[in-house]
């Protein structure tokens, strides 16, 4: 099974400051079809997880544009350009590639 | 817009059944992949299973194999999970997703609590 492994686990930010999350595969992420299914969500506080970001670098419709995903293979990195204070709560990212699909461990950002 | 709305979650004593439902609204039901997964309370992600469009195809994890088991019926745009031989490790939030291999649209969840 592909193992997903995020850094950090937590994530103490200043209001206004960048932020960046890695995700790693243990295996490549690329799909037959030519496709990397690499996904971000992010969980608010009492609230289900939302899709920010798919096929590793595609932002969803409503998420703001200092959201951003890149990464290739098995290095994945999702960056916060400024950090908002409803940017808080636990983010992972989700392969789609390999059976069983997998999610990282999650990612708290909170503001210090 | 779309809606996906969970139902069937509560208490159940260890080796206890429940099944899930999901109702979904606003888009083409039988055109789409589902899925169910689950978070533990406090915990993280762990995606139980899918099942494709036409119900030709379903997979589990390892973890609920031969004792989980997904359906749908398209003609009533719903979703279903059976749960036999529940264990308190299953015990978590159950959502409802609409996915193949991404995940796009999220239920807001259903709790199942397995204890004596």
């Known amino acids: 099974d592909v193992v997903m492994t995020q850094s950090p686990l937590s994530l103490p930010v200043t209001l206004g400051q960048p932020a960046s999350i890695s995700c790693r595969s243990s295996q490549s992420l690329v799909y037959s079809d030519g496709n990397t299914y690499l996904n971000w969500f992010q969980q608010r506080p009492g609230q289900s997880p939302r899709r920010l970001i798919y096929k590793v670098s595609n932002r969803d419709s409503g998420v703001p544009d200092r959201f951003s995903g890149s990464g290739s293979g098995t290095d994945f990195t999702l960056k916060i350009t400024r950090v908002e204070a409803e940017d808080v709560g636990v983010y992972y990212c989700?392969?789609?590639?390999?059976?069983?699909?997998?999610f990282g461990q999650g990612t708290k950002l909170e503001i210090k | 817009q779309v809606h996906l709305v969970e139902s069937g979650g509560g208490l159940v004593k260890p080796g206890g059944s429940l099944r899930l439902s999901c109702g979904a609204s606003g888009f083409t039901f039988s055109d789409f992949y589902m899925s169910w997964i689950r978070q533990p309370p406090g915990k993280g992600l762990e995606w139980v299973s899918y099942?494709?469009?036409?119900?030709?195809?379903?997979d589990y994890a390892d973890s609920v194999k031969g004792r989980f088991t997904i359906s749908r019926d398209n003609a009533k745009n719903s979703l279903y999970l059976q749960m036999n031989s529940l264990r308190a490790e299953d015990a978590a939030v159950y959502y409802c997703?609409?996915?193949?291999?991404?995940?796009?649209?999220w239920g807001q969840g259903t709790l199942v609590t397995v204890s004596s």
């Open positions: 997703v609409r996915a193949s291999r991404e995940i796009d649209y």
């Open positions: 099942i494709s469009s036409s119900s030709n195809y379903a």
């Open positions: 989700m392969q789609g590639t390999h059976w069983p699909y997998s």
